[in-house]
């Protein structure tokens, strides 16, 4: 038999071998916790006595267990994107400067100083949101009740500082180090050539970002606040210890309501009973599925404008 | 409207590495100049130092005097912006705006000037590209985005860009280098016609190509290895290839080095 000049090389078997059975264990292990998930939360769906999605109430434990998710979720998805629309401007600002802006030495210094931020445990976000930023957001609360009242969300008869918006603000500055980190990252990859292009137009500076630099890093910026997102919502014990932990649907960022599923489940799986644990799990694959939800949203966004992205050239 | 450049005494340098040095010469109006010379002798250099685009490069400075008409382009109230916007330049290789349609690209310079209306755009956009020899290629997908171009047609839309603004001078670093045979024959004949309403020059690594196109020839050279490039001789693009003053013009263009 003649030999093929185009015979597989050998040793690439084995490496099949591994990288295959790597995914599909991979995925294995993750069909295998879903199930126990679901077989964990359905005897507690089962039990409940109120409508799961449209209850705002949780008392999984009493024993005729009323609980939804309604409250849980909408403080999870208001507290989560109030906190990405106060970090994902400054971020962007942070992230043009060190790419952009600052002397060299200054960029490498404040480069570090992000990366260190965005490696702090999120408790220790927590315990200074609760022993500074409580006491310190009764200042800024007033006055956007003063003068924004008008505004639904700052709307109120009185103000406290153990509120969603200080939740969201812990949040906010959580998450930014993170985002901020990724979006200097793929400023800095903005190609040269393109910025150049600008600049012999007769761009000034802002305008060849504006021109060159964002639209290039429009889709990483973008995951860059997704995965920011996703921290934020699924961030458990650093708004645990701040969310006035109620169970009320409330626009007013400003009262003494809010909460979140995954604060919820910090505060409750301990004193759980089985049928409480199995409706705080219920509670967790609602936070997954949201979460999903989200990233499918920025997949479309950025996939839309494929053509235009620039990787082609 | 096409403009004269003066140049005196002329160095320009990366950090403390001068790359080149004394180079004085007048670039007319309306007539294509073409620059030759070895690699790394400071052609682009020189080039950018024209539009001020040289000094972008972190601690890249200029020393000398450049004048277009009766402009001091180093003057200290002058805005390097301003002057960019005067001075138009083509890259060695194409870079259309990836983000953009071919139409945004085309207009992005106009816009940058200020508010223009949708109409007048239309307008500037479509005499550009016709300018540019490419509005019969593009017109049914002005949309589109420029990356999807073919190499040369991509040069051409940044040549498009680049006179979309009117500027005085058009300059171009080696505009063909990237391109295949036919596209770089569509440019030559785009230069040829632009120089009637343009001072152009144009950096070539093509000896014919220099031939071809332009009215006058300044041929650089590097003096020796890590010395800074300089301007050997400057005259009539014919007189230059058939008769050069100096010896290395000489041994350059017949070849025998470089
Ligand atoms: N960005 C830069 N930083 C430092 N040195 C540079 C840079 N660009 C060019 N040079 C140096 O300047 C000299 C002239 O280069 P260049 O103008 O590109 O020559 P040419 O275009 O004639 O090939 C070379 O010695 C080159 O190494
Ligand atoms: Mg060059």
Same mark, same amino acid.
Request: net charge positive.
């Given at each position: 038999?003649?030999?093929?000049?185009?015979?597989?090389?050998?040793?690439?078997?084995?490496?099949?071998?591994?990288?295959?059975?790597?995914?599909?264990?991979?995925?294995?292990?993750?069909?295998?916790?879903?199930?126990?998930?679901?077989?964990?939360?359905?005897?507690?769906?089962?039990?409940?006595?109120?409508?799961?999605?449209?209850?705002?109430?949780?008392?999984?434990?009493?024993?005729?267990?009323?609980?939804?998710?309604?409250?849980?979720?909408?403080?999870?998805?208001?507290?989560? *994107?109030?906190?990405?629309?106060?970090?994902?401007?400054?971020?962007?600002?942070?992230?043009?400067?060190?790419?952009?802006?600052?002397?060299?030495?200054?960029?490498?210094?404040?480069?570090?100083?992000?990366?260190?931020?965005?490696?702090?445990?999120?408790?220790?976000?927590?315990?200074?949101?609760?022993?500074?930023?409580?006491?310190?957001?009764?200042?800024?609360?007033?006055?956007?009740?003063?003068?924004?009242?008008?505004?639904?969300?700052?709307?109120?008869?009185?103000?406290?500082?153990?509120?969603?918006?200080?939740?969201?603000?812990?949040?906010?500055?959580?998450?930014?180090?993170?985002?901020?980190?990724?979006?200097?990252?793929? *400023?800095?990859?903005?190609?040269?050539?393109?910025?150049?292009?600008?600049?012999?137009?007769?761009?000034?500076?802002?305008?060849?970002?504006?021109?060159?630099?964002?639209?290039?890093?429009?889709?990483?910026?973008?995951?860059?606040?997704?995965?920011?997102?996703?921290?934020?919502?699924?961030?458990?014990?650093?708004?645990?210890?701040?969310?006035?932990?109620?169970?009320?649907?409330?626009?007013?960022?400003?009262?003494?309501?809010?909460?979140?599923?995954?604060?919820?489940?910090?505060?409750?799986?301990?004193?759980?009973?089985?049928?409480?644990?199995?409706?705080?799990?219920?509670?967790?694959?609602?936070?997954?599925?949201?979460?999903?939800?989200?990233?499918?949203?920025?997949?479309?966004?950025?996939?839309?404008?494929?053509?235009?992205?620039?990787?082609?050239? | 409207?096409?403009?004269?450049?003066?140049?005196?005494?002329?160095?320009?340098?990366?950090?403390?590495?001068?790359?080149?040095?004394?180079?004085?010469?007048?670039?007319?109006?309306?007539?294509?100049?073409?620059?030759?010379?070895?690699?790394?002798?400071?052609?682009?250099?020189?080039?950018?130092?024209?539009?001020?685009?040289?000094?972008?490069?972190?601690?890249?400075?200029?020393?000398?005097?450049?004048?277009?008409?009766?402009?001091?382009?180093?003057?200290?109230?002058?805005?390097?912006?301003?002057?960019?916007?005067?001075?138009?330049?083509?890259?060695?290789?194409?870079?259309?705006?990836?983000?953009?349609?071919?139409?945004?690209?085309?207009?992005?310079?106009?816009?940058?000037?200020?508010?223009?209306?949708?109409?007048?755009?239309?307008?500037?956009?479509?005499?550009?590209?016709?300018?540019?020899?490419?509005?019969?290629?593009?017109?049914?997908?002005?949309?589109?985005?420029?990356?999807?171009?073919?190499?040369?047609?991509?040069?051409?839309?940044?040549?498009?860009?680049?006179?979309?603004?009117?500027?005085?001078?058009?300059?171009?670093?080696?505009?063909?280098?990237?391109?295949?045979?036919?596209?770089?024959?569509?440019?030559?004949?785009?230069?040829?016609?632009?120089?009637?309403?343009?001072?152009?020059?144009?950096?070539?690594?093509?000896?014919?190509?220099?031939?071809?196109?332009?009215?006058?020839?300044?041929?650089?050279?590097?003096?020796?290895?890590?010395?800074?490039?300089?301007?050997?001789?400057?005259?009539?693009?014919?007189?230059?290839?058939?008769?050069?003053?100096?010896?290395?013009?000489?041994?350059?263009?017949?070849?025998?080095?470089?």
């Amino acid at each position: 038999m003649r030999r093929s000049a185009f015979r597989r090389s050998r040793g690439e078997g084995p490496f099949r071998f591994a990288t295959t059975g790597a995914g599909i264990l991979l995925l294995a292990i993750m069909a295998a916790i879903a199930v126990f998930l679901v077989v964990k939360a359905v005897p507690a769906l089962q039990a409940n006595t109120s409508h799961f999605l449209t209850e705002k109430v949780w008392t999984p434990n009493a024993t005729k267990p009323v609980f939804g998710i309604a409250a849980l979720a909408f403080g999870t998805v208001l507290s989560s *994107f109030l906190a990405l629309i106060m970090a994902v401007p400054i971020a962007i600002g942070v992230a043009l400067f060190i790419s952009h802006y600052a002397p060299r030495r200054l960029a490498g210094v404040l480069g570090y100083v992000i990366d260190l931020l965005a490696a702090v445990p999120s408790v220790v976000y927590g315990l200074w949101g609760v022993i500074f930023l409580i006491p310190f957001m009764q200042g800024p609360s007033t006055f956007l009740n003063t003068y924004f009242g008008w505004i639904p969300l700052f709307a109120g008869d009185a103000v406290y500082g153990k509120s969603m918006l200080t939740a969201s603000v812990v949040l906010a500055i959580m998450i930014l180090p993170i985002i901020a980190a990724i979006s200097r990252e793929v *400023f800095l990859q903005a190609p040269k050539m393109i910025e150049e292009a600008s600049l012999a137009l007769g761009a000034t500076r802002w305008e060849m970002i504006r021109m060159s630099v964002l639209p290039f890093g429009r889709p990483g910026v973008i995951s860059a606040a997704m995965l920011g997102l996703g921290r934020a919502m699924g961030e458990t014990i650093a708004v645990a210890l701040i969310f006035p932990a109620t169970f009320d649907i409330d626009i007013r960022v400003l009262s003494a309501n809010g909460n979140s599923i995954a604060a919820n489940i910090a505060n409750g799986f301990g004193e759980a009973t089985p049928i409480g644990q199995g409706a705080l799990i219920a509670s967790g694959l609602v936070l997954f599925i949201i979460t999903l939800v989200v990233n499918m949203a920025a997949r479309l966004i950025i996939a839309r404008r494929k053509e235009f992205s620039g990787a082609a050239a | 409207m096409a403009k004269q450049i003066e140049v005196s005494d002329l160095d320009a340098y990366y950090g403390s590495h001068k790359a080149i040095e004394g180079i004085t010469m007048t670039v007319e109006p309306r007539s294509v100049t073409a620059f030759i010379g070895p690699s790394g002798c400071g052609k682009s250099t020189f080039l950018r130092t024209l539009n001020r685009m040289h000094e972008v490069i972190p601690g890249a400075r200029v020393q000398g005097k450049i004048m277009l008409e009766d402009q001091d382009l180093y003057d200290k109230d002058v805005d390097p912006v301003s002057v960019r916007r005067t001075v138009g330049m083509v890259f060695q290789r194409p870079n259309p705006f990836p983000t953009m349609s071919i139409f945004d690209n085309v207009a992005a310079g106009l816009r940058l000037n200020g508010r223009i209306s949708k109409s007048e755009a239309q307008g500037i956009v479509e005499t550009s590209l016709k300018d540019a020899n490419l509005w019969n290629e593009v017109k049914d997908r002005l949309n589109k985005p420029g990356s999807g171009l073919s190499g040369g047609q991509q040069q051409r839309l940044c040549i498009a860009r680049a006179i979309a603004v009117s500027p005085a001078v058009l300059l171009m670093d080696e505009p063909c280098s990237a391109l295949d045979p036919i596209s770089t024959l569509a440019i030559e004949d785009l230069i040829a016609k632009l120089k009637n309403d343009y001072t152009i020059v144009i950096v070539t690594h093509n000896m014919q190509q220099a031939a071809r196109v332009s009215d006058r020839t300044a041929f650089f050279n590097l003096a020796g290895q890590g010395q800074p490039g300089k301007l050997v001789e400057m005259d009539e693009t014919s007189k230059i290839f058939t008769n050069p003053t100096q010896k290395a013009t000489e041994d350059y263009i017949t070849g025998r080095f470089g």
